[in-house]
């Protein structure tokens, strides 16, 4: 990607996770406060199956269990809906296996990014006490990193996906989120647990226009609203 395009990614990641947090005013079901979870991570698209993506072919895919940090800002509005923002470091990537299970061959690929979510939460009254919640939007991301993980019985390699393979992996991410919440008042303060998917919808590698590998996420996360 040029400079230039980098530049203004890098701009309006800034711009939509901090919208949140310039609007955080006490009151109204407004709070922020840090994210923590873990990310389920997999290549999607039609061209992300073991035979195209994993470099021995064949094999199985699998799931990358990585790490999801950042902080939040939610906005309520009238007590059933909010708006929130988020900053989030995010491991993605995904994993594929067993082409030759004799070796018990694996690769991870290994993609990071910095990404801000937006997201729309509409408040449930199910339990007077515990306040559930759906929710949907977007998200986009930069990518930080692209790295790979190969082993085998006896052997085992780290290093560059684009230096490794000659891939060229976009610097923006960018796609829907969609999920559910609970969260409960205890002490003063607002412990929240999400369950959600995050579908990209950009490509990571440019080879053509037939080529479709795109990053999918389920992801449990815990917030605590100060």
Same mark, same amino acid.
């Given at each position: 990607?040029?400079?230039? @395009? ?24 407004? =709070? ?21 993506? *994993? ?14 940090? #950042? ?12 708006? $929130?923002?988020? !900053? &989030?470091?995010?491991?993605?990537? #995904? ?28 408040? !449930? ?13 977007? *998200?986009?991301? *930069?990518? !930080?990193?692209?790295? =790979?993980? =190969?082993? $085998? ?8 996906? $684009? ?6 992996? $976009? ?7 969609? /999920? ?7 002490? #003063? ?6 369950? @959600? ?6 490509? &990571?590698?440019?080879? /053509? ?10 992801? &449990? ?6």
């Amino acid at each position: 990607m040029k400079k230039s @395009r980098k530049i203004l990614v890098i701009v309006l990641i800034a711009v939509l996770g901090a919208a949140g947090f310039l609007a955080a005013e006490p009151g109204n079901g407004t =709070y922020f406060g840090p994210v923590l979870g873990l990310n389920f991570s997999s290549l999607i698209g039609d061209n992300s199956d073991a035979a195209e993506a *994993y470099i021995l072919g064949g094999g199985e895919k699998m799931t990358r269990t990585a790490f999801a940090a #950042g902080a939040f800002a939610h906005f309520g509005f009238g007590g059933l809906l909010a708006l $929130e923002s988020q !900053i &989030l470091f995010s491991q993605k990537g #995904g994993k594929y296996g067993d082409a030759i299970p004799a070796i018990n061959d694996q690769i991870i690929y290994k993609m990071d990014y910095i990404e801000a979510p937006v997201l729309v939460r509409v408040y !449930i009254p199910l339990i007077p006490v515990v306040k559930a919640s759906a929710f949907g939007g977007g *998200y986009a991301g *930069y990518n !930080i990193a692209a790295k =790979y993980k =190969y082993s $085998e019985t006896g052997y085992e390699e780290e290093g560059d996906i $684009e230096v490794a393979f000659g891939q060229e992996i $976009e610097d923006l991410d960018y796609g829907i989120v969609f /999920g559910a919440g609970a969260a409960l008042p205890l002490a #003063g303060l607002l412990l929240r647990v999400d369950a @959600r998917y995050s579908m990209g919808l950009a490509k &990571l590698v440019d080879f /053509g226009v037939d080529d479709d590998v795109r990053n999918g996420v389920f992801a &449990l996360l815990a917030s605590i609203g100060l």
